[in-house]
């Protein structure tokens, strides 16, 4: 079992950066995929980033690819979201997400996750 804290969210206006970390209790940070989701205000739990173990391969949902950039250093037990060129439609509770597995696959579904931090809240205005 692994718990998860999400730091490094706020308020930003459009155009802005910021830098989300998660820490992972365990040691064994290496074995988990990890990822980010994030919920805005009355819509459902949205995929934005994952990563596999080593951090060699790196998905993105497609309205955040080329501004946000997903990694992670294990030896520190942290994951990160880098995101730059935020924009208001990006306004939401971003949540990291872990899942052990053995081999690579892309998950997207919040469902094949059985980790997760409490958010941390990410509101950009415009």
Same mark, same amino acid.
């Given at each position: 079992?692994?718990? !998860? *804290?999400?730091?490094g969210g706020g308020w930003v206006q459009a155009g &802005?950066?910021?830098? !989300? ?8 940070? #290496? %074995? $988990?995929?990890? /990822? +980010?989701?994030?919920?805005?205000? #009355? ?5 934005? /980033? ?5 951090g060699g391969i790196t998905v993105y949902t497609d @309205?955040?690819? &080329? ?11 942290? !994951? $990160? !979201?880098? *995101?730059? #060129? ?7 509770? $971003? @949540?990291?997400?872990?899942?052990? %597995? @053995? =081999? +690579?696959?892309?998950k997207k579904d919040p469902n094949d996750y059985a =980790? +997760?931090?409490? &958010?941390?809240?990410?509101?950009? @205005?415009?």
């Open positions: 079992q692994v718990q !998860l *804290m999400e730091s &802005g950066s910021l830098r !989300l970390s998660c820490a992972a209790s365990t040691r064994t940070v #290496g %074995s $988990y995929v990890m /990822a +980010w989701f994030r919920q805005a205000p #009355g819509k459902e739990r949205e995929f934005v /980033a994952t990563i596999s173990q080593s @309205s955040v690819k &080329g501004r946000f950039t997903i990694s992670r250093v294990n030896v520190k037990n942290t !994951l $990160y !979201l880098q *995101m730059n #060129g935020l924009k208001p439609e990006d306004t939401a509770v $971003y @949540s990291c997400a872990a899942r052990i %597995s @053995s =081999f +690579w696959t892309t =980790f +997760w931090g409490q &958010g941390t809240q990410v509101t950009v @205005s415009s």
